[in-house]
């Protein structure tokens, strides 16, 4: 599997098919579209890592840094108290297919984009972290930080995790970084067996 940011117009697209999938279709948080794609409304400020196998879109993962966060929108102003200024990244989109879910791709996907959001100096990641997946969550790193909020039949928890003591308390996240020039440069991709 080839894990890189998308660098032409086909991957993006087959990056938003693969997030209507996950997002409209399997969990309902948006409503379905007729093309069959769900472009999100932070795209012009996100930086992305995707997953391929062979020529399919498997797995996505996106983070940005530039507030407003849908973290806050959706919780609350007392999360972004919680948040230091100019140090927090927000993780969003973190879909793989089914079948992709219980093999090493998860955290491949997640060392990749948090090791280039260390490289820049971020230190708080926060998510809006599904109810079914928060074991996953927990296990990576993250710490539920208020109550859950429902939105289309999906709960969703506030979690907030410190991106220094991930990457230091799990040196499983070390063995999936990509190695020598930043994963973020144009056409630099690493791969995963």
């Known amino acids: 599997m080839l894990i890189k940011e998308p660098a ?18 399997e969990f309902p948080q948006h409503p379905p579209h007729a093309d069959g794609r769900l472009v999100d409304k932070f795209h012009a400020k996100n930086l992305y890592r995707i ?7 498997v797995g996505m993962i996106c983070a940005h840094w530039q507030p407003p966060f849908s973290a806050v929108m959706k ?25 992709y879910r219980h093999g090493p791709l998860a955290i491949a996907l997640a060392a990749s984009l948090f090791a280039e959001l260390e490289k820049r100096g971020l230190q708080t990641l926060v998510i809006s972290g599904i109810s079914v997946q928060q074991n996953f969550y927990r296990h990576i790193g993250f710490q539920v930080a208020g109550e859950p909020v429902s939105e289309n039949g999906v709960t969703f928890f506030p ?35």
């Open 159 to 193: 979690m907030i995790g410190d991106l220094p003591a991930i990457l230091k308390n799990n040196p499983a996240w070390r063995k999936y970084q990509p190695q020598g020039q930043s994963a973020s440069s144009q056409g630099t991709a690493h791969m995963i067996r």
């Open 51 to 57: 997953a391929w196998d062979g020529e399919r879109t």
């Open 8 to 25: 032409t117009e086909a991957e993006i697209d087959s990056m938003w098919q693969l997030n209507h999938q996950v997002f409209a279709e």
């Open 75 to 99: 919780f609350g102003s007392w999360l972004a108290n919680r948040l230091p200024e100019g140090k927090t990244a927000e993780i969003r989109l973190f879909a793989l297919l089914p079948e």
